[in-house]
């Protein structure tokens, strides 16, 4: 079935820095595209460097004159966070645009980061969260915009807040729930505390709806040898234009979150289609799960005491 072309206005981004996280391949890689094409120079923090040279040409070949440059990162060590944030401090030049949106998909089994957290909730949630914080001096010089990249996950399940790291008992959708709940009220919490204390911070959420993308695929670095039976159908329904998205259409609410004027902080932006899996981007209406201020504080306040994060304002 033929699909209506989905697209959006995006405002010129000439003169602003953009960092993406996740930006080397999937839904990263076309909102990295998006932002090249509308003027942005492009700080692409990776894991691989190799295959970030292939994204960078990969955007270069869609805009040649983008500015992209690439930073080794790895989201599931704070040392790694803490070490491209003293880079980036020391470079010194503002950040106008956070799209936080790297991510790790339910590993069949349990796996924990370099620092010893449940993979998922390390690296979706407590990375970005530390990143932010090193980040923070540059976003507040730049009156960012941070984009915090949840899912529709996010909107069952719940924070285990008895065993956080789910040592004893695993269950990786649950967990997966868990990290993308967190870092949404984490997102929600920053919009709170910029406002309160005049850091001049926006920030959003936004969610991509479903795609077909890697993240439910073969990985074996996370001991899936073959693609899950979801992204197999999920693969068939966005083919023949079935209620789900492209990897293209996906990309769409960051952007707009990031980018447009109309996205309000504090807000989430998401497909607008059948249940918010599909469509244009548009504002759609906080999950049950993120709703709560006190949640959201001890959130943060729990983030801090696991990272050692400060946001330090200088």
Do not use: C
């Amino acid at each position: 079935m033929p699909r209506t072309p989905i697209d959006i206005t995006v405002p010129s981004l000439a003169g602003k820095r953009a960092i993406v996280t996740g930006g080397s391949d999937g839904i990263g890689l076309r909102i990295a595209s998006r932002l090249a094409l509308a003027g942005a120079e492009l700080v692409l923090p990776v894991r691989n460097l190799s295959k970030g040279e292939r994204a960078a040409a990969r955007i270069r070949g869609l805009a040649p004159s983008a500015r992209v440059s690439l930073e080794q990162l790895e989201l599931s060590s704070l040392a790694s966070v803490a070490e491209f944030g003293a880079r980036m401090r020391a470079d010194g030049t503002p950040i106008d645009l956070l799209i936080n949106n790297a991510g790790v998909m339910t590993p069949p089994d349990r796996q924990v980061t370099q620092d010893g957290f449940e993979l998922q909730f390390g690296t979706n949630h407590l990375g970005h969260f530390a990143l932010v914080s090193e980040l923070l001096p540059l976003l507040r010089a730049g009156s960012a915009r941070v984009t915090s990249q949840i899912s529709v996950a996010a909107n069952q399940g719940a924070i285990n807040w008895d065993d956080l790291n789910w040592e004893r008992s695993y269950d990786g959708m649950r967990a997966y729930s868990q990290s993308k709940i967190a870092f949404g009220l984490f997102a929600l919490e920053l919009d709170r505390r910029s406002q309160a204390g005049g850091w001049g911070v926006t920030s959003t959420l936004s969610h991509p709806g479903v795609a077909p993308t890697s993240l439910l695929a073969s990985r074996p670095e996370l001991g899936r040898s073959e693609d899950t039976r979801e992204v197999r159908m999920i693969r068939w329904l966005s083919a023949h234009g079935l209620i789900v998205g492209t990897p293209e259409t996906a990309a769409l609410p960051a952007v707009y979150a990031a980018t447009s004027p109309d996205a309000a902080s504090g807000r989430l932006y998401a497909p607008k289609g059948f249940g918010h899996l599909g469509g244009a981007p548009a504002e759609q209406r906080l999950f049950s799960r993120l709703r709560s201020a006190e949640e959201a504080t001890r959130v943060w306040e729990t983030s801090a005491q696991l990272t050692g994060a400060t946001f330090a304002l200088v």
